[in-house]
């Protein structure tokens, strides 16, 4: 994604952590709130763009859309002890087909700081404001 294309931030949110993004369209909201999960667990520029994860999935609105896609990114660096740092997504009603660029952990150069084991509905929300779009979310570590 081209630069000043979105942003992502975290907030705090007692023990969890909350994922916020905001950017130009949903997919790029979408991206941005991927590159924040990663960036609670590492600085999304330490990881190599090595491997291409497809993930697919579909839900009856956006907001559960943002949960199954962030869900199927946390069982996919479970399974393959990956980390991700570029995404790219694509929205068609209520299916994402997308992908996630990334390698595998190092624990010495990744230093991952926490393990997130899924997203909540804690904190969820996806509008469309001000010519843009945001999204927010808490992740259970």
């Known amino acids: 994604m081209p630069a000043g294309a979105g942003s992502w931030s975290h907030f705090s949110h007692e023990a969890d952590i909350g994922l916020a993004g905001s950017g130009?369209?949903?997919e790029a909201v979408f991206e941005q709130v991927a590159t924040a999960m990663t960036g609670a667990v590492t600085d999304p520029d330490l990881v190599q763009p090595l491997h291409r994860i497809a993930v697919h999935c579909e839900a009856p609105d956006v907001e559960m859309l943002l949960i199954e896609w962030l869900n199927a990114l946390v069982f996919e660096m479970a399974t393959q002890d990956m980390l991700f740092g570029r995404?790219?997504?694509?929205?068609?009603?209520?299916?994402?087909d997308g992908a996630a660029w990334g390698e595998r952990v190092s624990r010495e150069r990744h230093q991952p700081a926490v393990e997130i084991k899924g997203a909540t509905y804690t904190g969820l929300a996806v509008r469309q404001e001000n010519g843009g779009w945001t999204a927010r979310c808490v992740v259970d570590v």
């Not at 995404?87 to 994402?96: A, D, M, P, S």
């Open 24 to 26: 130009p369209t949903l």
């Open 87 to 96: 995404f790219e997504v694509r929205i068609e009603g209520n299916r994402l």
